[in-house]
Structures are given as C-alpha cells and as structure tokens.
C-alpha cells in the first residue's frame, strides 16, 4: 500500500468493465482477495484514526461492505473497538465508508444519504474504500444529490478514472492504493499522467534549432492573454517567440516587459507554430480560415475554439488538417459549445467529452479543469492529475497554451499527443501550490515542473 500522488511514473487505469473482468480474473487464483482488501482498509485505518475511540464502520450491501466488515474484525483482532452499523458511535476515532462502492449503479435511495449526512457530519476523518461512497468510477461524478467526501480513499485493485477527474478529487482526498497482489492483465482504460522527460538541447544548438512559435491574439483590451502564453512558449525554450496582436497599432509595443518577444505574422513566418486564440476576441474569426489552412502545426485556445464552434466551415477545415497537427484547449464551457452541448452535458463524463470531440474533429483535445483529459484519435486517452485550486485564475489556461506550443516547437516530431500529456502534467505540478498564484508567476515556476 502507498501513496498515489504525486506520480512519478504514468500509471493504468481501468474502467469499471476492465476493473471487474481483472477482478473476476485474479479471483480464479486469489479467491481471498477481500480478505487482502479488508486487512490492507485495516492497517491503513489503524495509521489514520484520531484518538482512541471506536472506528466507526459503514457497510453497504455489496463486496464493498465486505470489505468493511472484514477490516472491523481485523481492528478488534488488533484491540480496536470497531462499530458496524449505521448510526455513529460515541466519538469515533474514525469512519470507515464501506458503503458502496464500484458497484454503484444508481443515485442513492434516501437512507443511504441520510446514511452519508450521517459521515459527513461527523468530526472523526472519513476513510473511504475503494471509492467514495455515491461517486461513480468512470466519471468522477456523483451518481445523484450527493457522494461522500472523504479525507482519504484507499484504492483497491485498480486505479479508476473518475478518483482523477470531474468532481473526484473533491470527493476522495488524500488518495492511497493497493493492488492486492495482483497485476492487471489487459490493457488500461486511460493513463494517468506522470513527468515527462524534457526537450533535449544539444551543447551545439543555436536559437534555430528550437523553434518559432507565433501567438495570434490578444486583441485590445485583452493583449495580456496572448502576452502570457508567448511568455510561457519563451520560459519553455522556444527558440524564437514572436507575437501578433490583433487590431494593433503599428506603432505599439508586442510587450514591453519581455523584451525577447518580436512582431510576426502568419504570411512572415509560415512554418512556425502558431498559438491562437489567447484573447483574440471575436477578431480571430476572419483570420481563422488562413491559419487553419497554412500553418503545419496549431495549438488553439479561446476565442478561436468559439469562432470554431460557431462557424460549420472552419470545423471543415480543421477535420481537413493533417493527423497530429492540432492540439485543441478548451475548458468545459469551450468544449460544450464545440460539442452543441451545455456545460454539465460535458462534465457527466469528462473522457467520453474530450474522446467525442477529438474523434469529430480529428484533433488532439485537452479538456481542461480538475482531472484534465487527453485524448487523440487512436491514442489511449490521459488524465493529468497534477493541479490545484491555485491554478483557477485568470490567465493561466493562456499560459498552457503557450507553454504547449513551445514544447512542441521544439519537438517538431512529437506527436500532439505526446505535447499535451507532456506539457498539461508540467503545468499542473507547476501550479501546486498553497493559496493563490498569478498567472505570471506560474511561467516563472514552469521550467522547474517539466
Ligand atoms: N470481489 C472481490 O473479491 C473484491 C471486491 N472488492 C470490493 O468490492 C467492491 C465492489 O463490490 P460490488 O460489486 O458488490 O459493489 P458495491 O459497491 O459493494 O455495491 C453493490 C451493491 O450495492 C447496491 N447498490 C448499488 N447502488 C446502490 C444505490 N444507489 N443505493 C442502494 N444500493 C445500491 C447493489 O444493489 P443492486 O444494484 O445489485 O440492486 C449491490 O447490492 C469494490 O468497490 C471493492 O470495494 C475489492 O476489494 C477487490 C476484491
Ligand atoms: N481546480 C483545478 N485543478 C486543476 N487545474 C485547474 C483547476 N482550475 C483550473 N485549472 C487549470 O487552469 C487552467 C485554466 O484555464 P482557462 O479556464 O482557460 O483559464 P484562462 O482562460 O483564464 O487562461 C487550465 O489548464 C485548467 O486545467
């Protein structure tokens, strides 16, 4: 047993389908696996209680509340007063949530919330098994009005998708696994993220060797965004960063304060990178057309996603791009309207979200927000689990497109893929941090994170 996060390494994780065909595989060998789940829910209990009261357990109906019931009878073989039932007892030390599980199936009936009211009132810290009791595997959603929020959430077997993403992080705390001893023995359902290595720089390379990216953006009134994500492509180590503020004046400066940063357009230098969108406001509609045609690689991000959304024939022509050649940001109201559907309709199910946008326009698609989604045609999806709360400011979705174009200007062979998962994991651990943090002040740590 250890803990999750932060990863070091990408690690599998399984659906609720591939989680039971494992678990049915591995039982034909290993039919004490509960016994494996309730002991390890024991130990991990015993390390987490507060005080000496009893442990307070709650078991559901399932294999889950077998799990339960089994780690009770380990604590009072260890000397520890466990309660199974589902009223509290007197000052718990601690509580159990072994209440539902993997085999949630549909929104919780009335008992069992007034059963997780009961949990959540208490002042003892919720271990939960598996998953948090009401919160679905797959998407990290909670299946009706409610889902437990536990202080921590011993995974068993498998690592599921929806503990990543959506509301699930929210939901399971502190997050701890055990496989039981047993290896998976199909292929993952999606990957969750680990640090990718960095972009290799030659003793003998110049500024050529690493790449012009071109930011279009930044329309007036809102120049910051396209400044920031050109920041972030420089802090990356793109060789040459070059901006092009939309309805500027001739006269005005790209961005007095960073100097390196020069005046481009996409007719000057049509092999760079382009990073669209940042603040472009509506103005980026009419410029769309010939960056969709003549620029090899695009990441695109804001106003440009709804200048797409809005307008049939630019997604036209963004299917008609090469294969890997875009790499699409949207945060869920983004995707929503690139999708015709509404915000919730997006976040229900994160991954089938980014997986149909990505299928429909042939794009690499980050959907962004807690748990942010990879996915690309014919590539197993990602979920970054690296971020925080410290990162919902704004501007800091302008610098990870920056900061995914300068990556990429300097891997010209990667796939988009490859760029995404690489630089949306850089970003997240580069945002870990208590309190608040500007936009600003995150191109700064980036280097560190990749
Ligand atoms: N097998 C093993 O060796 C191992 C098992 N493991 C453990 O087993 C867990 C999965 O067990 P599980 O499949 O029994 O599912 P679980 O989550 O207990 O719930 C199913 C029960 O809940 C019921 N129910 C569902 N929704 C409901 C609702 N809203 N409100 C009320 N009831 C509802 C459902 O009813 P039904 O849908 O059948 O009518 C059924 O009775 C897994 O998460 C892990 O902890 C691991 O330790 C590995 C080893
Ligand atoms: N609670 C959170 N946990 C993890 N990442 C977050 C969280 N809130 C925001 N982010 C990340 O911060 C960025 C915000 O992007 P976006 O919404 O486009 O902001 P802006 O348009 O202001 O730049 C995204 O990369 C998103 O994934």
Same mark, same amino acid.
Not at 23 to 28: D, F, G, I, K, T
Not at 233 to 242: D, N, P, Q, S
């Given at each position: ?24 595989? /591995? ?89 997780? /009211? ?28 409610? /889902? ?153 991000? /804001? ?43 997006? @976040? ?62 300097? @891997? ?39």
């Amino acid at each position: 047993m250890h803990a999750l996060l932060p990863t070091t390494a990408t690690l599998p994780l399984f659906d609720i389908a591939a989680s039971r065909r494992i678990e049915a595989r /591995a039982l034909v060998h290993s039919p004490d696996l509960m016994e494996r789940a309730g002991l390890a829910v024991a130990k991990l209990a015993l390390a987490l209680r507060r005080g000496d009261g009893p442990v307070w357990v709650v078991c559901g109906p399932g294999n889950n509340g077998g799990d339960g019931r089994i780690a009770a009878r380990r604590l009072a073989e260890a000397g520890v007063a466990a309660h199974v039932g589902h009223a509290a007892p007197e000052r718990p030390s601690l509580v159990i949530d072994a209440l539902l599980g993997l085999g949630l199936s549909r929104p919780p009936n009335a008992e069992m919330l007034a059963t997780m /009211a009961a949990m959540q009132a208490c002042s003892a810290p919720i271990l939960a098994v598996d998953l948090p009791s009401g919160l679905l595997a797959d998407t990290g959603q909670p299946a009706g009005e409610r /889902a437990v929020r536990a202080d921590h959430t011993l995974v068993l077997l498998t690592r599921k998708p929806g503990l990543f993403t959506g509301e699930g992080r929210a939901h399971a705390g502190r997050l701890w696994f055990d496989d039981l001893r047993v290896a998976p023995d199909e292929a993952p359902t999606a990957d969750l993220l680990g640090p990718a290595a960095q972009p290799h720089r030659s003793p003998t390379s110049h500024k050529g060797s690493h790449g012009q990216v071109l930011v279009v953006g930044g329309a007036p009134g809102m120049q910051g965004a396209a400044r920031l994500a050109a920041r972030a492509a420089l802090a990356c180590g793109a060789g040459r960063v070059y901006l092009d503020l939309l309805n500027s004046r001739p006269d005005e400066a790209t961005d007095p304060g960073q100097p390196e940063l020069m005046r481009g357009t996409p007719a000057e230098l049509p092999n760079a990178l382009g990073v669209i969108g940042c603040g472009a406001g509506p103005a980026i509609a009419h410029a769309l057309p010939a960056l969709l045609q003549q620029l090899p690689r695009l990441v695109i991000d /804001a106003d440009a996603l709804n200048a797409i959304a809005a307008d049939p024939s630019l997604q036209g022509l963004l299917r008609g791009r090469p294969a890997s050649a875009t790499l699409l940001t949207p945060h869920p109201l983004e995707a929503a309207r690139l999708l015709g559907l509404d915000t919730a309709g997006v @976040q229900a199910d994160r991954l089938r979200a980014a997986q149909e946008l990505a299928g429909r326009l042939g794009c690499t698609v980050v959907l962004k927000g807690s748990g942010s989604v990879i996915a690309s045609p014919d590539e197993r999806p990602a979920i970054c689990a690296s971020g925080g709360p410290a990162l919902a400011t704004a501007g800091s979705g302008d610098v990870l497109a920056g900061w995914l174009g300068g990556l990429w200007a300097q @891997q010209p062979g990667a796939s988009a893929h490859r760029i995404a998962c690489a630089g949306v994991d850089a970003h997240g651990r580069a945002g870990e941090v208590d309190g608040v943090l500007r936009a600003s002040d995150l191109i700064a740590r980036l280097p560190d994170g990749r």
